[in-house]
């Protein structure tokens, strides 16, 4: 350890304030100093791996050489705040407030309906932000890389991009289908309603009255760091943390001595690689060494014969760098430059390029690197230096392989990479593959060089590496020298894909699992470098080669990153509707500016109380096991630990005899909650559950799989059926009968506010207030008053606003309450227990995977006559609301046909896997896609178009669903006739059909689905609502109702509906919390329904107290509302009301498999194009049209953000979002890392949604309906389109026509189902001879 103890003065600013902190933790990052130390908690916390931007800021330095001022975007989650001396912060409160004077981003993001849920925006706001510091008219390419590194789970980003897209120079248009018009153009053209239609609008915000961007107005840089810059402190600067010397040399001489005293010591440059290392594998630097402020590591040489780069340079500047380079060298000398600039475009987010520096990366050696394949096939040389002096090594497959021979020796550091330039005849290549195109670490990546003979194509030199596929980059060594000497050909590319087979060998068993996948893109990947360099050589007008056969080009091409565009039309207001009343106009979501400028406060954010202690939980590391004993006397001595709460501390119940809150003797799952610490903070509880020692005794039959449960029995309830006609019979009468499988893999809700609550007892009267994210405040509170045994009435949730939900914060919040709950009681302490990403994604659930078997009988038309279909869910260990899915999926699962004999059949799995529970759509987006696989099939067999099969199954007249309730399927076929029009399916199926004849590595798909969605819950009782509405003396409004804000904007609609009730404008009215102190016993935001009944009770409520003003108004026509409240104060008239609404008839007698279970029914079609690529497996989304029945929307803005949102959710379940388990049960994707929801990127290129007016719906508010859920489950038309692109490939192939249809249609499902010569020659394994590294659970 260092032998100064005193620390220096860590000196930066924030929002142009200094910030001198005289004890620095090392330990502790910026996102922890900005919410704890200075307030300032707009800057979310979503992850803490640097993986979502929920915490970005910018940062701004002056580079004391050049005198620049730098700003980039970072992740405040990864950054020490050691390292920012000299830095200055801006956070999303330094840019703009309410109360002071908004940014035009803020005001943008906000008006353009860029926020839902709001936990993402500040960090959208802070990228935009930082991009438009560097480059006030950006182009939109720039604004989708600045954004690439945000996640958001409600918009569906479509909005974000509007808002962003307000600030850049020039609209591309969208190009549509490539004529050059603007799909607003073409729409004019076409015969869809929007044609013919005055009343349909285009426009969901108007750019008139934006603050105009004027960058004078920007924060300055502080001139006292400006004088730091131009001064440099060349002093060591120490930083002593409580267990971590930070140590900051100011020159190189001291960094090296400093390196050789402590050659263990790492060097910090970004902490991309180390911090979350530290964070999340446990490992521990009690010094790190910062080069920041040493400029040797960042000079910039060029020479005749190639590039120095220094290590210290951000992979941000190394692009910037190349670029350069690029564009002043001859193409032939720029190949391995051009090269990395392509993987340099989809490494990681911009937040983390800005972050990681190019000496971190190439020293963390990650398998999964994706530059240092290319710097070593393009035979890149390390400068090192110490002490001792300098030397080079070659960056090669020994270096990267940590060799010691081949390594730096521990008192080196890596001063800068050479990287050579390129010669004539000589090409350099890289590739990679992930779950999806941007922003994913690699499954295989690698680098390839050829150098050939001058004039000829006999290979002088190959290299080839590949990251992925080993514990560290390999090199295919023994490859390359054997094909030295041979022609660029055919046999050569046989031989090569042989022998790399054979030397980049792949046990069956291999972390990271997806072996056979992997081995395929190994040679896969070969064969578009073989093209490519015939391509190439043809450039050179080399003759002897062979011809890339035209039907082969398109392997060479990348799927392009392009800019979304679309258009969204819904039905104008009436014009005779007074401009007062909001409903039915796309008013912005109510908080929209309040999360922009990161002053909405969610749970997290209550500033820290007196006495409040920190919870932290320790689960379970056995699936299935006895808990023998628990020990936690180690944590208790631990400083700072308060006490620890085991299931003995619990004074009442502890949950159910199959549920309990917190486990007694059993675990029934890995993450499974045993026992809780408190401790005085967050960290010092999270390091004390390490302490905590438990034993196990492994307990069996241990489950994880549907095929387990079913050969085990092992169900959580019992068989649930709807049957109609007469199926056997049937059977016997049809042309063809086909029997399949459908695999539906789980979904993890990645709501972006992870699950937090907080405990507050109240002194002597056993009172509790509990501040909680949830979806359901009366469950917490009966939850919290069975496991303490004190009435309910003395328990009061409030709900301020949630940071998305998704399903997946109505059970839970009520465990993680209790159990903090307990913890409060027990100490007398306010409790706050807040999961991190990891916890929440191991311990939560999700959507449940499923197995579906159907048999179907059609006739040679495509008529199905019988369908039989019996679906298993994977529930998890408890019931949860496993048999509530089950019985909703079965509901659900005719989706829009009309088949004469049909027989569900449904059960819910018992597994030793985390409970699964409600998630967005309930069950039927598992449903729709077993549906329409079997449809998809029954078309292949006709060889006839799904879409014909579609078409002649659907209902079509007044008829009745499986249950026996009535319906008009009337608007269902509008939207599928006019989805069909607005995206011009039958002309652009024959454009897939014709470039599909002309390639053979690329493929289209195309498919469109129709939908009929069911809202609401299967009894009256849970759709009952209250809302109590309070006129004050001065004429103003508030309004509180049992819904809760998740960010679907329910606060906004209900304010809609008190504004046209009461006849006053919006800003009248105030909607504070959702309280059960004052909304009791309310019923779980959730099943599209929230705002329809919520909005009924507050129309109640409005309508009771105008009844009330009536005779005054009448006396007083001509007088003004605060008139008229007056008067009524005056008079002793009540200006308070409670509303209720008994809620809609819904019943369903599961016994007779009858009932009218569902209030209405929401319609909608949706069609997407995608194109493939049979080597990769990757795809691209070319298109969506989207067509949603919404009678007479409340708020346009608010559902089609929904549908859209929904949409891109839906089709991250159906697409990228993959759990993996270990065989033991543990859940390997727990962050954004593993776990890969949908970025900006991934939306499809061109994305348009209509809500479709439709005839009145007297039973709900105004005639709207609820469109929350649907959307998810149109998000299978992009599987279909995946699944109809690899049918294609598969009958060009001549290989089977059906194939296991699995979702998520991940590159690697994808890959293998378009099998060829590829995945012929890859060696397969006996699964019964290997222990996967992970198992399928449906
Ligand atoms: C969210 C996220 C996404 C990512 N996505 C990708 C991706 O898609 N593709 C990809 O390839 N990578 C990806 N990465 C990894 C990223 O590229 C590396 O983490 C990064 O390059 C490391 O650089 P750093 O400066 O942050 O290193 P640090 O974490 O600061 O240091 C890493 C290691 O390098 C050593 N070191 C650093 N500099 C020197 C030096 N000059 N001399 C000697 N040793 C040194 C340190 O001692 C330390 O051991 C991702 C990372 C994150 C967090
Ligand atoms: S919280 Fe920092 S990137 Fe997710
Ligand atoms: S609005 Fe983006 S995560 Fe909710």
């Excluded at 300032?40 to 931007?53: I, N, Q, S, V």
């Excluded at 490859?479 to 030295?484: F, V």
């Excluded at 959730?1086 to 009770?1097: F, L, M, P, T």
């Excluded at 069609?1167 to 409340?1194: F, N, W």
Aim: proline letters at 5%; hydrophobic letters at 35%; charged letters at 25%.
């Amino acid at each position: 350890m260092p032998d100064q103890w005193r620390s220096d003065e860590l000196v930066f600013f924030v929002n142009g304030r200094k910030v001198i902190e005289r004890d620095a933790d090392p330990e502790v990052t910026l996102l922890t100093f900005l919410r704890k130390n200075l307030g300032l908690t707009g800057t979310k916390d979503a992850c803490g791996r640097g993986g979502c931007g929920a915490c970005t800021v910018m940062v701004s330095r002056c580079d004391p050489v050049s005198k620049e001022i730098r700003h980039f975007s970072i992740t405040a989650c990864l950054v020490p705040i050691c390292s920012l001396y000299g830095a200055a912060v801006t956070t999303v409160e330094g840019v703009g407030s309410i109360k002071t004077k908004l940014h035009p981003v803020q005001e943008r993001i906000a008006k353009s309906h860029g926020t839902q849920c709001g936990f993402c925006t500040p960090g959208m706001v802070m990228s935009m932000y930082t991009l438009l510091r560097n480059h006030p008219q950006p182009s939109e390419e720039q604004l989708m890389e600045a954004l690439g590194g945000n996640l958001c789970r409600c918009t569906g980003y479509r909005p974000i991009l509007d808002g962003g897209k307000t600030f850049c120079t020039e609209s591309n248009g969208c190009q549509q289908n490539g004529t050059g018009k603007c799909c607003l153009d073409q729409r004019e053209e076409d015969s869809s309603s929007r044609g013919r239609n005055s009343e349909i609008s285009t426009e969901l915000f108007t750019k008139d009255g934006f603050q105009p961007l004027d960058p004078t107005q920007e924060l300055i840089f502080p001139p006292a760091l400006l004088r730091m810059a131009e001064n440099p402190e060349k002093r060591t600067l120490t930083f002593h943390g409580e267990r971590v010397t930070w140590i900051s040399p100011g020159t190189l001489k001291d960094l090296l001595e400093l390196k050789a005293k402590y050659p263990e010591a790492p060097l910090v440059l970004g902490n991309t690689s180390l911090g979350p290392a530290m964070r999340s594998q446990g490992h521990f630097h009690p010094v790190l060494l910062s080069p920041a402020r040493i400029s040797e590591l960042s000079i910039v040489s060029t020479t005749s014969e190639g590039l120095t780069i220094g290590a210290g340079c951000s992979l941000a500047q190394v692009k910037h760098i190349l670029a350069e380079r690029v564009s002043e060298l001859p193409e032939e000398k720029a190949e391995t430059y051009q090269t990395l600039l392509k993987h340099l475009q989809s490494l990681a987010g911009q937040q983390i390029r800005n972050l990681a520096s190019l000496g971190g990366h190439v020293m963390s050696r990650h398998c999964y690197s994706d530059l240092n394949p290319i710097l070593a096939v393009g035979n890149a040389t390390l400068n090192l230096i110490s002490k001792e002096g300098t030397r080079q090594i070659p960056l090669n497959e020994h270096f990267l392989a940590g060799l010691p021979r081949a390594d730096l020796k521990p008192e080196e550091i890596l001063q800068s990479v050479y990287i050579p330039h390129s010669r004539k005849w000589e090409f350099v290549s890289a590739f990679r593959q992930a779950q999806c195109q941007q922003n994913a670490l690699a499954d295989v990546n690698a680098g390839m060089r050829v150098l050939f003979k001058e004039g000829t194509d006999t290979v002088e030199d190959l290299s080839i590496t590949y990251g992925g596929v080993g514990a560290a980059t390999v090199g295919a060594h023994r490859t390359c020298q054997q094909l030295q000497g041979r022609c660029w050909n055919e046999q050569m590319l046989e031989e090569a894909c042989r022998l790399l087979l054979d030397e980049v060998s792949l046990p069956g068993s291999a972390p990271g699992g997806r072996v056979e996948f992997k081995r395929t893109l190994v040679v896969s990947f070969f064969f578009k470098f073989y093209l490519e360099v015939l391509q190439k050589l043809k450039k050179l007008d080399y003759l002897g080669s062979p011809e890339v056969s035209e039907l082969f080009l398109s392997a060479l091409e990348d799927f392009p990153v392009t800019v979304p565009q679309g258009v969204q039309t819904y039905q104008r207001v009436a014009p005779c509707q007074p401009l007062q009343d909001p409903v039915g106009r796309p008013i912005m979501h109510l908080s929209g500016l309040k999360h922009a400028t990161g002053e909405a406060m969610f749970c997290g954010d209550i500033p820290r109380l007196d006495r409040e202690l920190a919870m932290a939980l320790v689960t379970s590391a056995r699936a299935r096991a006895k808990i023998i004993s628990i020990d936690f006397s180690k944590a208790l001595e631990l400083p700072g630990v308060v006490d620890v709460i085991t299931a003995k501390d619990i004074p009442g119940t502890n949950g159910a005899e199959d549920s309990k809150i917190l486990a007694v003797d059993e675990v029934l799952c890995v993450g499974h909650i045993i026992c809780a610490v408190v401790a005085e903070t967050d960290v010092q509880a999270k390091r004390a559950i390490e302490k905590v020692k438990i034993t196990y005794e492994d307990l069996e039959p241990i489950i994880f799989t549907i095929e387990d449960a079913i050969k085990h029995n092992s169900f959580l309830c019992p068989e649930k059926k709807l049957e109609q006609g007469n199926i056997e019979e049937a059977f016997g009468k049809v042309d063809q009968i086909i029997e399949g499988e459908v695999h539906i893999g789980g979904q993890e809700h990645f709501y972006m506010e992870t699950q937090r609550v907080l405990v507050i007892p109240k002194r002597g009267d056993q009172e509790l207030d509990i501040h909680v994210s949830t979806q359901d405040p009366a469950h917490v509170q009966k939850t919290v008053s069975s496991t303490l045994n004190i009435p309910i009435n003395k328990i009061t949730c409030h709900v301020k606003q949630v940071g998305g939900g998704f399903g997946g914060k109505i059970g839970r919040p009520a465990i993680l309450g209790a159990i903090a709950a307990v913890g409060a009681i027990k100490t007398g302490h306010p409790i706050r227990l807040v999961l991190d990403r990891e916890e929440d994604m191991l311990i939560t659930g999700g959507r449940h995977p499923l197995f579906g078997k159907y048999k179907v009988g059609f006739m040679k038309d495509g008529r199905i006559e019988a369908l039989d279909i019996e679906c298993f869910i994977n529930g998890g260990c408890t019931p949860e609301d496993s048999e509530a899915v089950a019985e909703f999926l079965l509901l659900k699962l005719e989706n829009a046909y009309k088949i004469q004999n049909l027989r569900f059949r449904g059960r819910a799995c018992m597994t030793n896997l985390a409970s699964n529970t409600s998630f967005r759509g309930f069950g039927f987006p598992q449903g729709i896609l077993v549906i329409e696989s079997c449809i998809t099939a029954v078309a292949a067999k006709c060889g006839l178009l799904p879409e014909k099969v579609r078409e002649k199954n659907m209902y079509k007249t007044v008829d009745k669903a499986i249950y026996k309730q009535e319906f008009n399927p009337e608007p269902l076929i509008r939207c599928w006739n006019e989805c069909l029009d607005k995206s011009s399916f039958h002309s652009r199926r024959m454009q897939v059909e014709e470039f599909n004849k002309k390639n053979y590595w690329k493929k289209k798909g195309i498919a469109v689905i129709p939908m009929k969605f069911s809202v609401g819950f299967t009894a009256t009782s849970y759709h009952q609502a209250a809302a109590l509405v309070h006129i004050y003396t001065d004429g103003s409004v508030l309004v509180t109702q049992g819904g809760n804000e998740l960010g679907q904007g329910i606060h906004t609609k209900i304010l809609q509906v008190a504004s046209r009730e009461l006849k006053i404008p919006m800003s009248y009215i105030h909607i504070s919390e959702t309280s059960t102190a004052t909304v009791p016993n309310t019923i779980t935001t959730a099943a599209s329904i929230g705002s329809d009944v919520n909005g009924r009770a507050v129309q109640d409520a409005c309508q009771i107290l105008l009844k009330r003003l009536e005779p005054i108004i009448k006396e007083h026509p001509e007088g003004t509302w605060e008139d008229w409240i007056k008067t009524a104060f005056e008079q002793s008239i009540s200006l308070s009301a409670t509303g209720f609404f008994r809620g809609y008839k819904a019943f369903m007698d599961w016994e007779k498999g009858e009932g009218e279970p569902f209030p209405y029914y929401i319609y909608g079609a949706a069609c997407s194009e995608v194109e493939i690529d049979c080597l990769t497996g990757a795809h691209k989304k070319i298109r969506t049209d989207i067509v949603m029945e919404a009678c007479s929307s409340l708020n346009p803005a608010i559902d089609v953000g929904q549908v859209e949102g929904a949409f891109i959710q839906g089709m991250g379940l159906y697409t990228t979002e993959e759990l993996k388990y270990s065989p033991e049960g543990v859940l390997y994707s727990r962050g954004p890392d593993e776990y890969k929801i949908p970025t900006v990127t991934d939306i499809p290129g061109e994305f348009n949604v209509s809500l479709l007016p439709s005839s009145p719906n007297p039973l709900t508010i105004y005639s709207s309906k609820g469109l929350g859920e649907s959307g998810v489950a149109l998000g299978s038309s992009v599987f279909l389109a995946i699944a109809d692109a690899v049918a294609t490939a598969r009958r060009e192939r001549d290989v089977a026509e059906d194939f296991p249809v699995k979702s998520p249609a991940t590159p690697e499902w994808v890959r293998m189902a378009c099998a060829d010569r590829f995945t012929e020659m890859i060696p397969r394994d006996d699964p019964k001879t290997l222990k996967p590294w992970s198992i399928p659970v449906a």
